[in-house]
Nanobody
């Protein structure tokens, strides 16, 4: 499956952005999806994950309550709604996918558990 992330930009702290991850090539509904981010000088870190049908989600503590992951399998697209953005959310955001046979398969935090990656989209939050 090929993934393409979009929707990044420059926003002020407290504002919102919605990232999109468009999938092609395989049946998107067969894959769990995750979002990761990498800030300058830091390792890439887990942000959120969603199961293949969307009934299960998982969030990093740093974004829980502010970010919402979702997907529309009919449109082969996943989303990351980011509210109440903070300067520390500044990073390149990546979407990733891994094959799931069930919604109750694991939703790992480790990037090496994901097989497919999109290019990053830059999010910059000014104070």
């Amino acid at each position: 499956v090929q993934l393409q992330a979009s929707g990044g930009g420059l926003v002020q702290a407290g504002h919102s952005l919605r990232l999109s991850c468009s999938a092609s090539g395989r049946t998107f509904s067969g894959y769990g999806m995750g979002w990761f981010r990498q800030a300058p000088g830091k390792e890439r870190e887990f942000v959120a994950a969603i199961s293949r049908s969307g009934i299960r989600t998982r969030y990093a503590d740093s974004v829980a309550g502010r970010f919402t992951i979702s997907r529309d399998n009919a449109k082969n697209t996943g989303y990351l709604q980011m509210n109440s953005l903070k300067p520390e959310d500044t990073a390149v955001y990546y979407c990733a996918a891994r094959l799931q046979y069930s919604d109750y398969d694991s939703m790992p935090l480790l990037e090496n558990a994901y097989d497919y990656w999109g290019q990053g989209t830059q999010v910059t939050v000014s104070s």
